[in-house]
């Protein structure tokens, strides 16, 4: 995956920035896990520290029991001194066993409230990190990705992108919630055994922990292993989730053609992969704790039989000095304190690698640069003047046409050897006019728009909107310029009204992304009054069919617009459109699926709208483009004609060919 220039308008292409083969390829980051939460979670230091402090002071009292006990029991019953460290001498009682006794178990009572105590508060620290963190990560990601130019949406399957959004940033919250305090009490609990043993006897401690750099050892083989397994899961997880997302949103399609067996075969093929990888993935897994837990078992016995030797022998091999049966039980208790560690350890190790992968996956997302949003010249009052200046463009990763070099006549470059959809096409769109774009399915003619939109820049020449080449405005600002319907336009989950209000809220999206970035917005956000919503849908030919649905204007229009007529859905985006009120209007194919009595009632409406502003009309049915001032006639991405429908008629070439077909005075052919 590339990463987009920044440093300069032309070289600030969303073309260029989004090529990704795969999400999980872009993470160049070695420690794309730190950076996620380094970035997410400066504003949670706190929870961070009181979190460390809670569960490791927790941990540090709940194992000083056992070493409260040993130094009680040799006081109790071999005449040793009760010496409690940190424990001023007139708190700890005299000779008599029996206080003692009660002393010692107030001080175990008092230990476990307050280790339960701080150990509740630690796990609510990480418990509220985890899910802060979570929810940054996530809205941060999510809003890299919707800011990324086409190429990125064009190089990647939908539920691929949002299994990162979802199931990857879900395995940070699982890590993050049980990784800190599993590490944090890990760590205290091996420290802390140790210091105790180290108190009872330095140097049986040494034997106890001789093991360590095998464990350290084979700790470090199992992870990387999780770390192989665990970047082939969360790859599965996403493309069994693209598999999923293509086959329910094609369902109309699968049930046409009576597919559903086929895709349920291709959703079990992609399942069972992803089964094998997390199958792996378990197989890692229950190895690794057993694994360690042996090893903990070992130094145990080790210390285990080295302790009895001395207690019993006063020595053992080079190891002398007093070793009391007092000492030696909790010792051994500490020995077999370790265990546990050892099973967190591997847990964690877990963990770690699993959330390793999905941040790889998220920090991939982020890593690809969004087109400059802010910067930029600023369009106000705008005319509407629009010149395409020789302009060559191909989709960015799509192959050449057999025998075709890119400008160099080499073959190396990648953009270069991208297939040319448009070239050296040249058009001057004076302010007011209205341009038609005609020519056959693949011309090019929705592609022209799409640069004009700056969707994608050009490989040569350059598309300027009032002399500016869009490379140099602010995206925001270009856009806002441009009313646009697509092809086939997509409509919200929500009511027709809501749809159709869309484009006026933009003010206060903004408004929410400017505070999050500390930017203040202007203050002029309104929202669409209902009879300006109203009146766009009469402009749009839509008032009639909401007002005859039961709800009117409230009617949901279900997921995508589904419970609507490709007609209905395509007024429903002219009226939102038309309710921007935007300097220049593009209409792909707007009108297409409406019928032609409809369409007629629609253009005389938008005779009107279009009278003063910039309009570029791409479309199949000529009468839709009759009136325009001019007229493109595009073949193969270059323009073949340029003229109003009069004279393109009397010049006999390609537009006349095609209106005579659809006049009816010629055959297709
Ligand atoms: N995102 C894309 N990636 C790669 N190639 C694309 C992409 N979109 C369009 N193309 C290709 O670019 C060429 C021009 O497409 P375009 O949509 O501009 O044609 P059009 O003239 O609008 O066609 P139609 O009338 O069928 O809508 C076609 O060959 C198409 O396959």
Redesign the pocket.
Known sequence: MSDASDDGGSDDSPADCDRPDNVADAAVDRWPLYRLVAESGRENALFVVVGILGTGIAQVLATADMFVIGIAFDAMFNGQPYDLPLLPTGVVPGDEPARMLAFTVALLVGLKVADVSLAITGQYCWNLLAQRIQHAVRVDAFDTVQRLG?GFF?GQQTGDVMSVLNNDVNRLEEFLTNGPQMTVYATVVTISSFGYMALLNWRLALVAVALAPVVAVANWWFGRRHERRHDAVRAETGKLNAALETAISGVPVVKAYGGERHETDRVADRSRVHRGAIWRSHVTRSRHEPALRLLAGMAFLLTFVVGTQWVLDDRFWVLRGTLTAGELIPFLYYTQNLVGPMRVLARVTGFYKGAKAAAKRVVGIQQVEPPRETDGVELTDVAGRVEYDDVSFG?P??EPRSGSENASGEGSDPRASD?Q?ISDVAIDVAPGETVGLV??????????T?LLLRFYDPDEGAVRLDGHDVRDVSLPSLRESIGYVA?DPFLFTGTVRENIAYGVSEDDRRESSNSASGETASSDERDATDEEVVAAAKQAGAHEFISSMEAGYDTEVGERGTKLSGGQRQRIALARVLLTDPPLLVL??ATSQVDNRTEVLIQRSLAEVTADRTTLV?A?RLSTVRDADQIVV?DD?EIEEVGTHDELVAREGAYADLWKVQVGEVGAD
Do not use: R
């Not at 020519?439 to 022209?448: R, V």
């Open positions: 086409m064009d989709y990763g799509s297939e959809v020519g056959a399915t693949g011309a090019g003619k929705s592609t022209l799409k092809q792909d194919e791409v199949h595009l991405g």
